[in-house]
Structures are given as C-alpha cells and as structure tokens.
C-alpha cells in the first residue's frame, strides 16, 4: 500500500509537468510573434506614426495652421519609434497569440466548451479593434480639437515667434511627439479595453457567474462606475468624457440584453433536457406589479 502511493503521487504529477512544459512552449512562441512583429513595425515606424498623427493634422488645417511635432530630447525620436513598434507589433502578433493561448486551452475543453468559448475568443478582438478605430477616427479629433482651442493668437490673427507684439501675446501649438504619442495610444487602448464589456459579461454570464436581473440591479452603481473610468482614462475634457460614458453606459445595457439572451438558450436546453427546476423558477420569478 505504502509503495503505491509515491507511484500514484508521481503519476499525478506527470501530467502537471506536461502541461507546465507545454505552457512554456506557448509562452516562448508568443514572445517570439511579439518580436517579430516589433521588427517588422519598427522598419515602417514612420509612416505608422504619421498615420496615427491623422487627427491632429486634421485639426490643425482646419485652424490654418501646420502640422509640425517637435523633438524636444536627443533620445526621443528613438522612443517614439519604440512605442510605435510595441503597439503596432502586438496588433500585428495578437491572432497568432491568440491561437497559441486556443491551442494550449482547447484540449482540456469539451466540444460543447469549445464551441461556446470560441465566440467569445473571436469577439473580444473584435470589439477592442472596434473600440480603437471609434477612438481615432472620433474621440480623437474632438478632443483635440478642443484642447486647440486654448491658443491665443495676436491681433493679426497670426502666430508669432521670436517677434516682439505690442498687440497681443500669441501661444500657439508646437507639439511633442512623444507626448502626443503617448495622449493618442492612451485613448486607443482605453476605448479597445471598454469595448471588452459586452464580451466580459456575456461570457461570466455564459458561466453563471452573472445575470440580466443582478445587472439590472446594480444599473445605478455601474453608472457611477463608468463615470468613475471616464474621468480617470481620458483628459481633462468634458467633451470626451461625455462620450466615453455614453457609449459604455449603452455597452452596459447591450451586455444586459445579451446575458438575457444567453439565460434563455440555457432555460430552454435544459427544458429540452427536461433539467429545468420549475420550483426555482417560481421561487426567484419577479413579483408583477
């Protein structure tokens, strides 16, 4: 008895070491999608940065005005060329990380399993792309364009360097790229992570972790809460502010419809199944008024 229980203990962790091995192997292959995609971002890291200085130049020709970022370090062109390879190259690495994360999970699903987390794996992409593509082609321009509003141009409605003005003080927009980089990626993750939500509570709500009826009840603490996530991940701008709470107060209540959606599929599998509690749902119906 004594001698088979080390045997046992040594079984059962055989499998732990397989999968540890195995996890490994995936993590080193993401690592390496993910360089591969930084080099190949980093050889083209110019015209990715103009494209993503679009809403700026925008703005700034509609106010007459030149779309010029400066350097205001030695080092800073190479950090800006950085941090367009590291957003760029996990965007181009994210499905090939993505079928690595699938390849080590699926196994240890059923097909049932597999066949209702695999939405949900191709959704949430879906929606974070989503949600940065509104934020660059929507937020963006709207928040700069109000932030421009703050210059003061002298009385012949010129900007003026190194000139003395008797008629008024000009200050106008001379931008660092690093810093308006860092404003822009700021508003694109946070837009790409909001926009997760419906995806987020469909799938705990797939789980049983949540319900219609719990998200309808803490409707009033999650308007707080988003208007909470709205000050904190965009500028100090009422504008853009607004906007992010309408549109993941209106994901809010999608996400309400969709785990809704899924409560019924399940109530009528298992009727099918002739599995549902007719005394549980009695008991937890709402009282009609």
Known sequence: MADT????????????????????????????????????????ATPIFNFLTAPLCHVLADRGQDCDLIFISPQEGFFVAIKVSFLGGFILAFPFIANQLWRFVAPGLYKSEKGAFLPFLIASPFMFFLGAAFAFYVVTPLAYDFFLGFQQFGSDGEAVVDEEVSQGLSVVFQGSAQEYLNLTIKFIVAFGLCFQLP????????????????????????????????????????????????VVYGLYEISIFLVARVEKEREIKLREEGLWDEDYEEEHEEPRP
Do not use: N, W
């Open 199 to 246: 995806v987020l509570l469909t799938l705990m709500g797939k789980a049983g972790l949540c319900s219609s009826e719990g998200l309808k009840t803490v409707r009033k603490y999650a308007v707080v809460g988003i208007l909470v996530v709205a000050a904190l991940v965009t500028p100090p701008d009422v504008i853009t502010q607004v906007i992010l709470f309408v």
């Open 5 to 44: 229980q080390p045997d046992e203990m040594e079984a059962s962790a055989a499998p732990l070491i397989e999968h540890l091995a195995e996890l490994r192997t995936r993590l080193i292959r993401c690592v390496v999608y993910f360089i591969i995609g930084m080099v190949i971002c980093f050889t083209v």
